[in-house]
């Protein structure tokens, strides 16, 4: 079943769930983190069936075949989300997904990058130790700066 077959046997629109997938909007519908505090969370689903993580390069390739289904039906107009999904990830994905999935393993290879932290490493490809140290400053450990290091060199195999 491929991911996009997952998102309508929930009954959510692709648009929607590979925006939360992505992280535009959070898992409540909210674009602001501080909002799902302030209100009661908006439930638009039954159950959640499957949820992975994805980079920009790989949402990219999603929408991209979203995008040439909907333009060839006619009837099936491009909601504004999708839209500005499709505008979001052109603009910051600059690996191909195959790229971007080599990169996330790599990432997870080592010692102290988790799932979570691989995928965010590889869409935000920090540059410098002071990037990378803001990634995991709600952790409860800090990185050495050989531990820095080792992840920099990895980054910068891709950057």
Excluded: C, W
């Excluded at 991209?64 to 060839?72: F, K, Q, V």
């Excluded at 995928?119 to 700066?145: C, M, N, T, V, W």
């Excluded at 050989?146 to 195999?157: H, Y």
Aim: aromatic letters at 6%; hydrophobic letters at 40%.
């Amino acid at each position: 079943m491929t991911h996009h077959e997952r998102l309508h046997r929930v009954g959510l629109p692709s648009s929607y769930r590979i925006l939360t997938a992505h992280g535009v909007l959070s898992s409540a519908g909210y674009a602001n983190p501080m909002e799902r505090r302030l209100k009661a969370p908006m439930t638009i689903f039954k159950e959640i069936i499957d949820e992975e993580y994805l980079t920009v390069a790989e949402t990219k390739e999603i929408l991209e075949t979203l995008e040439a289904e909907r333009a060839a039906d006619e009837e099936h107009e491009m909601r504004y989300e999708l839209a500005r999904a499709i505008e979001h990830v052109n603009r910051f994905a600059e690996l191909d997904a195959d790229d971007a999935r080599a990169f996330v393993a790599e990432l997870q290879e080592l010692e102290k990058v988790d799932e979570k932290t691989a995928y965010k490493i590889a869409d935000l490809r920090p540059l410098d130790r002071d990037e990378l140290r803001a990634l995991y400053a709600q952790e409860r450990y800090s990185l050495s700066g050989d531990e820095l290091d080792e992840i920099l060199n990895v980054v910068k195999q891709y950057a």
